[in-house]
């Protein structure tokens, strides 16, 4: 599972003209999956990501209570190492990937924190105004 983590002052999730995710002042996640991700792990991704210390005066969404956007991005497991056209072969599969990230987001929500989504299989258009601007990659 590989997240990569901003901090926003804003951020949101456009599909066919209608705002489906936004927040203010949180984290942006793009969350991508592989073929060995299992429920466990993205448990320990939601505590990773709720409890990461990226935020102002080194806090973290769940001292501040910030929300979270998750918006799936398969193209984070994208290999470029040969040629110019990525193989998506290390992104798992629609089947297997949506219900972890489902899993990721009701585990943040379990925590407490404020999650808005993009829309999985779908056709997004994510704006973010980036604080900062901090960036990490997440790779468990």
Same mark, same amino acid.
């Given at each position: 599972?590989? %997240?990569? /983590?901003?901090?926003?002052? @804003? %951020? $949101?999730?456009?599909?066919?003209? =209608? ?16 073929? *060995?991700?299992?429920? =466990? +792990? %993205? &448990? ?8 990461? &210390?990226?935020?102002?005066?080194? @806090? $973290?969404?769940?001292? *501040? ?7 799936s991005q398969f193209t984070l ?6 040629? &110019?056209?990525? $193989?998506? *072969? ?9 219900? +972890?990230?489902?899993? /990721? ?10 999650? =808005? ?10 704006? $973010?105004?980036?604080?900062?601007? &901090?960036?990490? +990659?997440?790779? +468990?």
């Open positions: 599972m590989r %997240a990569v /983590v901003q901090t926003v002052g @804003r %951020a $949101s999730v456009t599909v066919d003209g =209608e705002v489906v995710g936004a927040i203010t002042d949180g984290l942006l996640v793009l969350l991508g999956i592989t073929h *060995t991700d299992t429920p =466990e +792990l %993205a &448990r320990t991704m939601a505590r990773k990501v709720h409890e990461l &210390r990226i935020l102002d005066d080194e @806090r $973290s969404a769940a001292d *501040t209570g910030a929300p979270i956007l998750v918006v497991y994208g290999d470029t190492r040969k040629g &110019r056209r990525p $193989s998506w *072969t290390a992104a798992a599969p629609a089947e297997l990937a949506e219900p +972890l990230v489902t899993a /990721v987001v009701e585990a943040l929500r379990a925590r407490g924190a404020t999650v =808005e989504t993009g829309r999985f299989r779908a056709h997004m258009m994510v704006e $973010s105004i980036n604080t900062g601007p &901090r960036t990490l +990659l997440l790779d +468990l």
